[in-house]
């Protein structure tokens, strides 16, 4: 048994899905599936109710210091959460210790591929109400809007360094947090930083300006220009963060997905995929899983 599963769901016995999801269990895995890629991962059936977006529009966090950064609060509901864990778990994500990372390139597995429809309806509602969108428009509007996936464990107390997104990614990136809260800190880029060709330490922020972003279940936090090119974005390794009014929030496991667009043809062209450089051309999706740097 996954001690993942066993933490989440207290039980890794298939009966049990019945009682996390109810009758809306949103995705299901027949037996007899073939695997459909290199993973040996099977379909999932993705049954659309799910698209429904029951965000709250006023949900909507903007940061007037870092233009292109949007937050949205509570934006997916919890059997959306759910669902998405459950699809992490059964697909044996983080079956080892070794592992606390998957990057999925190309077409993207239902369980993350829907995201990107959900964020144009998003998007759309949003605008309708005379808000703010996720993103700009020419972003909404690229097909497909995601092509790359990075699933991140983190245990409680990890995180991940501060960096800016290599330039291998296009603009438009959606960070979906889930299962618990952090702080995410945000500080205006070095120089080098910006140009960056792998994530490296030596070329982070000296500034002393940091703008703390807190992530609940579910919230789902935008960056586009400014706030994907000119900020860098980390999270501290600690067990509990603390906020501006004082209020102590303690870690605990935390799943986030991260949806980005490959600029180009979407071919991985060095340093940080291991091994994968040559492919991509060749493969309609791949995916890689090990542990994060
Ligand atoms: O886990 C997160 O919330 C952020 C992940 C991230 O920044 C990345 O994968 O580049
Ligand atoms: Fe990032």
Redesign the pocket.
Known sequence: MSSLNKELFGSDDEDDDDEVFGAQSPFSEPDDLPPDDATGRTSHDFHPDLYTPSFDPSNLDLFPSIPGLVLLRSALTHAQQSAIVRAVIDGGYFATPEQNQTMHFGKLPPHVDWLGGWTVEVQRKLKEEGREGLFPRAIVERTPLFDQAIVNLYTRGEG?KS?V?LARFADG?LILSLLTSCVMTMRPASEASKVATTYNTNTLTTSTVSIPVLLRPGDVLSLSGPARYDWE?GIEERMFDVLPDGERIQRGTRISV?LRRMMGDGVVISGEVEGEEERGKERESWVTAGRRK
Do not use: E, K
């Open positions: 991940i960096h997104d990136i974005h991260t």
